[in-house]
């Protein structure tokens, strides 16, 4: 049964008791009231037949007396004194005849006991009293016989047996009026004690009817505080961390359809935790790897300037052997005896310079090689920090989704908020972390774009410097075969060497400028291997948060 028609059927079982309780008090109250009402007419009703018999026995003396006085003094008594004394015997006759069958009658359905025999004492009085009244009524009858035959000496021998007759019935009427006054107060006693009964039982019944009450409301709330102090237990277990318990699913009212949702929703909490552990520790695993390729990155880099600074030491050596070949020229034109031993020495110098610069070359398509390489590096940190991204991506939606389980659950799930407030919090951090590796990226991968094409254009130019050294090389072999014929030879052989200086100074630009582009690798290779370090702190933090909820 739901609460709700728990609730409903609790409270119609106590109105159907209050019901009863109201229809049962009207009952009593009905009870007492017809007890009190047959009591009262019964005994008012005695009452008036007992006055009205004692008024009757009244006026007979009355009339009879009038008529004795009438005869005493020489008159006759009256057909009219004679009629007034029968009407009023018969009547009192008839009141003594149904008092006594009203006796008869309230005996047999008295209230109780007691007013039954009552009732029976006063049946016995008025039998007394309607044999006084019979003694009376013939005495009478033979008086006003008397009076008619005027005969005064019966006259007055019936009128001592009248006076004691009517003093034998006032003697009965007395006792039936003392009887009448028990039955009165008896009466009074049962109406005190009818009400005394009915008040008890109706405070019996209101006592039970709240017995019952509290019973059922002591019922309906156990079968809800019992369930609710699980429900919150189980929540608690929850907020700390623990996802492995479950709690009532298997009621058929509100409380297990609860129970039900909440098992739900720790299942789906149970999964998340499970995804987000999985994305952290991928997570930490990517971190750890790319700050292994960041410092791979940056020793091939050191080792990359290391290079640039021994070809750069080199361009100059060149360039003072070239200094020193354009002097020795200038002497040749000077002096042409010289010419011979300054053209051996520029031969010399010039097969220097040609491995120097075939070293140039070699070192420089060293460096374009360590380049092309650190750019695929980037290329692969970009995935790794692309797939950093969708993880947070994932992971901010999977807050979002927490929260709003959240928020459906309530005040039941305010912890579940407070963590998915976090989750969405670190997922920020960690989308924010590479956007700023991204762009870190970018910078790098535009200086090592730079760094190629400016490798490129030195090997191009290293290239030609070999050409020309080689041609100047020819020029000095031929010129020291051919030092004698001509003077304008030395000649060329100097612009030959103007040129070449020309074009160690070049290279020495472009070194310089490689030089500039490693040292500015180096440094967004630090800066990556900082924001790496950060990107596996922050993996780390998350992996600690994760792993405090158990699935």
Known sequence: MSISNRVLAGFAAVTLLLALLGAYTLIQVAAVRNTVDRIVERDVGAVVQVDEIGDGEAEMRDVRLAALIRFIDGGVASAEQRGIWDTRAQATAAALGELRSTVARYEENAVNADRAALWRRMATSAADAQRMFDMLRANSVAQFEAFEARDRAAVMARNAAIDRNHADLSVALRAVRGTLDEVLKAGQQAVADTYAVTRWSIIAGLALAIAISIAVAWAIRRSISEPMGEFMGFVGRIGQGDL????????????????????????????????????????????????????????????????????????????????????????????????????????????????????????????????????????????????????????????????????????????????????????????????????????????????????????????????????????????????????????????????????????????????????????????????????????????????????
């Open 244 to 551: 492995t318990v479950t709690t009532l699913g298997a009621r058929k009212d509100e409380l297990g359809q609860l129970g039900t949702t909440l098992n739900a929703m720790v299942a789906g909490l149970r999964q998340i935790a499970a995804q987000n552990r999985l994305a952290t520790e991928n997570l930490n695993a990517a971190a750890t790897e790319i700050r292994a390729s960041t410092q791979e990155q940056a020793a091939s880099v050191e080792e990359q300037l290391a290079a640039v600074q021994e070809t750069a030491a080199t361009v100059d050596e060149i360039s003072h052997s070239g200094a020193q070949i354009s002097r020795r020229a200038q002497e040749v034109i000077a002096a042409a005896q010289a010419t011979a031993e300054t053209s051996q020495n520029g031969i010399i110098a010039v097969s220097d310079t040609a491995r120097a610069m075939d070293a140039i070359r070699e070192q420089a398509e060293a460096v374009a090689t360590n380049i092309v390489a650190l750019s695929e590096k980037t290329q692969a940190i970009g995935d790794i920090i692309a797939t950093v991204n969708d993880v947070s991506e994932r992971s901010h939606l999977l807050a979002l989704n927490a929260s709003i389980e959240a928020a459906a659950a309530g005040e039941n799930g305010r912890s579940f908020a407070v963590v998915a407030s976090e989750m969405k919090s670190l997922a920020d951090q960690a989308k924010s972390a590479t956007r700023n590796v991204r762009s870190i990226l970018g910078d790098i991968q535009r200086g090592i774009n730079a760094s190629v094409m400016l490798t490129e254009e030195a090997v191009k130019r290293v290239g030609a410097g070999k050409q020309r050294i080689d041609a100047s090389q020819s020029a000095i072999e031929e010129l020291a075969g051919r030092v004698q014929e001509s003077v304008q030879t030395f000649q060329q052989i100097v612009a030959s060497t103007n040129q070449q200086q020309i074009g160690i100074e070049q290279v020495t630009i472009a070194l310089q400028n490689i030089r500039q582009a490693s040292q500015q690798t180096a440094a967004s290779t630090r800066q990556l291997d900082q924001a790496a370090g950060d990107l596996t702190k922050l993996s780390g933090t998350m992996v600690s948060l994760t792993e405090r909820y158990q699935g």
